[in-house]
């Protein structure tokens, strides 16, 4: 038992805990062996909570994730108090950021998602003027982006798919070795549904449903790893529709593209989640130290499977590291963008060239290391690479891309890449921006465009 956060404020957050279990003050007390009174102490912060009372809180409502700071600040505060200081708010101190965190973490939440709101909203301003008033300008964002949108509100996190797949994977007795096998005979048998592999052209998507024969073709470029996901994405929209929906009801979309983006969205989170359970995938990657090709190798899959993945590991009281996931192509257009924090990805005017990222595209099979500064002072650790998929053979046409996965640099002493660097040297910092449209760096000797007004 972590004995570290007996005296913080923890009250608001186990009445929290307690009627979410659906315990009453005097029924929860009675079942600690405490009279009501000392409990109701303990919840106005009155009494402390000892490591007796946390042993027996652990046995009556199992998991206290959630309940205590462990060994630093939590990342909810950090993100307050990163989202004050864009404010203008800068002189809070840390006890109280630490107390708002601590005692009101809806609340808090809230104020971020505010916030993101508001960067998504000065961002669309910029695009209007960026498209010289246009009148239709903005009105209407790609059902793309929407439900990107959506994805980052929810910290790129699906509580109830990660745990169906979890539970799936073990009813289903999956392992990675197994698996393309064994979903293969799943779609066959609840489905009716054939899986054939040929030497086809499927376009974007790699996998097409064939309604009418009942087969599922899968183009014969796909690894085993590559195709058990698609089949799983397609049990997904066959088996699961009904918890996808549900999710879907929470977005709000109405139009039948957004509806049809979500759907797609959800049922690749869900085949993420089956392939690479949630975990065990956590566990392997704390002990490996986040090394993104010993994990690609154990589950079976590639390497932007594995950074997508790493982005979603934001479990309540099971967390991964909170990282920023970003896919390029060599023109700079971004196709991917996840973030399980609040990192704000610029929509306007290109990103940054002096980002690690287009530099990977000159180092083919390299995993690049950065540590970048922002114009707001904030400091990241990044790690990118080219990655390519498509038809084998000379002269066949491929995707290319190169990923990134980056995440605060306090954080970078727990990744694997980050061995022998000096990371904490200012001097090895690199100064980049969200885009030169939106940033203020105006010394920048990579600048391709002036800032729009307003945003230097």
């Known amino acids: 038992m972590n004995d570290h956060p007996r005296n913080s404020p923890v009250g608001l957050r186990l009445t929290r805990l307690r009627e979410h279990a659906g315990y009453s003050q005097a029924a929860l007390a009675r079942a600690l062996g405490i009279s009501a009174s000392y409990l109701n102490q303990i919840e106005k912060n009155k009494r402390p909570l000892t490591a007796a009372i946390q042993q027996r809180l652990s046995q009556v409502l199992g998991s206290l994730g959630g309940l205590f700071d462990h060994d630093q600040p939590a990342a909810l505060q950090q993100a307050l108090a990163d ?82 797949a979890e539970q799936l994977y073990g009813e289903w007795g999956l392992t990675p070795a197994n698996m393309p096998q ?31 024969s009942r087969r599922l073709w899968l183009p014969d470029y796909l690894e085993p790893g590559q195709q058990a996901f698609q089949i799983a994405a397609q049990l997904a929209l066959l088996g699961y529709r009904e918890q996808i929906d549900q999710v879907i009801a929470r977005t709000g979309f109405t139009e039948p593209a957004q509806l049809a983006q979500a759907s797609i969205g959800l049922s690749n989170y869900f085949a993420g989640a089956l392939v690479m359970p949630y975990q065990r995938f956590l566990q392997a990657a704390e002990q490996s130290r986040y090394d993104i090709e010993h994990l690609a190798h154990l589950f079976g899959v590639g390497f932007e499977a594995v950074c997508h993945r790493l982005s979603t590991l934001a479990r309540r009281g099971a967390a991964g590291l909170p990282f920023f996931f970003i896919r390029v192509d060599r023109a700079g257009n971004i196709s991917k963008r996840h973030s399980a924090t609040d990192f704000h990805f610029s929509q306007v005017g290109g990103s940054c060239p002096l980002w690690i990222i287009y530099e990977a595209f000159n180092q083919p099979g390299r995993i690049l290391t950065q540590v970048a500064r922002m114009p707001d002072g904030r400091r990241h650790f990044w790690l990118a690479r080219q990655v390519s998929s498509g038809p084998v053979g000379h002269g066949q046409p491929r995707k290319t891309f190169a990923v990134a996965l980056g995440c605060e640099l306090q954080h970078a002493d727990r990744l694997v890449y980050a061995r022998g660097l000096d990371t904490q040297n200012p001097s090895n910092a690199v100064p980049i921006g969200p885009g030169c449209r939106v940033c203020p760096r105006e010394d920048c000797m990579q600048r391709a465009f002036a800032a729009l007004p307003g945003k230097s």
């Open 83 to 164: 989202t004050l200081r864009d404010l203008g708010l800068s002189d809070i101190s840390a006890q109280e950021l630490r107390a708002l965190a601590g005692n009101l973490p809806q609340v808090s939440q809230a104020l971020l998602d505010l916030h993101r709101q508001h960067l998504a909203l000065r961002e669309h301003a910029a695009a209007l003027e960026f498209r010289l008033g246009a009148p239709d300008a903005g009105q209407h964002l790609p059902a793309s982006d929407l439900v990107r949108d959506f994805f980052n509100r929810m910290h790129n996190h699906i509580p109830e798919l990660d745990a169906l």
């Open 182 to 212: 064994r979903l293969r005979q799943i779609l066959a048998d609840r489905h009716g549904v054939l899986t054939e592999v040929a030497p086809l052209q499927v376009g974007r998507e790699k996998r097409l449903l064939d309604e009418r």
